[in-house]
């Protein structure tokens, strides 16, 4: 700490003493190269404001072609708040990167604490690779890799090392925040490293069915899930959007 606090004071001498440094140049040999030469301090900075404009409006377009999306959710459970659940979207080019942290507490017969992190990476629409991280009180639960491999996916759980004959996933359960599945049958859970089906029950409400006998409603207001009930066989809880 007192290494990078010293560091950064140095640096901030050493930054000021270039505005000075620059006015005693142009003092010296600027200004009269421009009187030699006829030449008025306005007109050169015409095109300097110019440049200035030109640079300040490429660094803004630049800016522009990243398009970041925030969404919140409460978890409650009978009722009552036990965590929170946020989901970032960062567009940027043909690269879309999604990103799930969640943050529950319940208790039962003891206190339980869960921390999921789900990390997706899209690019023209294919997956290209999805990290699933939860920890239960502390412990590492689960670790779960897919990873795009030529015309398949490489999947890795917990170090052990499968693949699945897909050339492309274009929906993970990640994406179902950001958009309804308006006409799919099917989507890739990257917790279950398969994919589950999509069955729509009513107006822009739709189950999925997991392969551990479990199943959730995404119910969708405006194209963006507002409300997800998770059916679990210990327990029941909701995200609502914030």
Same mark, same amino acid.
């Given at each position: 700490?007192?290494?990078? +606090?010293?560091?950064?004071? *140095?640096? &901030?001498?050493?930054?000021? =003493?270039?505005?000075?440094?620059?006015?005693?140049?142009?003092?010296?040999?600027?200004?009269?190269? &421009?009187?030699?030469?006829?030449?008025?301090?306005?007109?050169? =900075?015409?095109?300097?404001?110019?440049?200035?404009?030109?640079?300040?409006?490429?660094?803004?377009?630049?800016?522009? $072609?990243?398009?970041?999306?925030?969404?919140?959710?409460?978890?409650?459970?009978?009722?009552? /708040?036990?965590?929170?659940? #946020?989901?970032?979207?960062?567009? !940027?080019?043909? !690269?879309?990167? &999604? #990103? %799930?942290?969640? !943050?529950?507490?319940?208790?039962?017969?003891?206190?339980?604490?869960?921390?999921?992190?789900?990390?997706?990476?899209?690019?023209?629409?294919?997956?290209?690779?999805?990290?699933?991280?939860?920890?239960?009180?502390?412990?590492?639960?689960?670790?779960?890799? /897919? #990873?795009?491999?030529?015309?398949?996916?490489?999947? /890795?759980?917990?170090?052990? %090392?499968?693949?699945?004959?897909?050339?492309?996933?274009?929906?993970? &359960?990640? =994406?179902?925040?950001?958009?309804?599945?308006?006409?799919?049958?099917? %989507?890739?859970?990257?917790? $279950?490293?398969?994919?589950?089906?999509?069955?729509?029950?009513?107006?822009?409400? +739709?189950?999925?069915?997991?392969?551990?006998?479990?199943?959730? $409603?995404?119910?969708?207001?405006?194209? %963006?899930?507002?409300?997800? !009930? *998770?059916?679990?066989?210990? +327990? /029941?809880?909701?995200?609502?959007?914030?």
């Amino acid at each position: 700490m007192y290494y990078q +606090y010293k560091t950064e004071t *140095i640096t &901030l001498k050493h930054n000021n =003493m270039i505005p000075a440094l620059t006015i005693w140049l142009f003092k010296k040999y600027g200004r009269p190269f &421009l009187n030699k030469h006829n030449i008025t301090f306005s007109r050169v =900075m015409v095109p300097v404001k110019k440049l200035s404009v030109t640079i300040l409006f490429l660094a803004i377009s630049s800016l522009a $072609f990243a398009q970041e999306q925030t969404l919140n959710y409460n978890v409650l459970h009978s009722g009552n /708040t036990v965590g929170h659940m #946020k989901l970032e979207q960062v567009k !940027d080019g043909d !690269d879309t990167f &999604l #990103k %799930i942290a969640s !943050d529950v507490k319940m208790r039962f017969v003891f206190s339980i604490q869960v921390n999921i992190q789900e990390d997706s990476h899209y690019r023209n629409g294919k997956l290209l690779c999805s990290h699933v991280s939860r920890k239960v009180n502390g412990k590492q639960k689960a670790d779960k890799l /897919t #990873k795009a491999n030529g015309d398949s996916y490489q999947l /890795t759980d917990d170090g052990k %090392i499968s693949s699945i004959n897909q050339k492309q996933i274009s929906n993970n &359960l990640t =994406m179902m925040y950001l958009q309804e599945p308006v006409g799919l049958s099917q %989507i890739y859970s990257d917790n $279950f490293q398969q994919f589950v089906q999509v069955k729509q029950v009513e107006s822009h409400t +739709y189950r999925i069915n997991l392969p551990d006998g479990n199943y959730n $409603f995404y119910t969708y207001t405006n194209g %963006i899930c507002s409300k997800v !009930d *998770i059916h679990h066989s210990l +327990y /029941t809880i909701q995200i609502q959007l914030v």
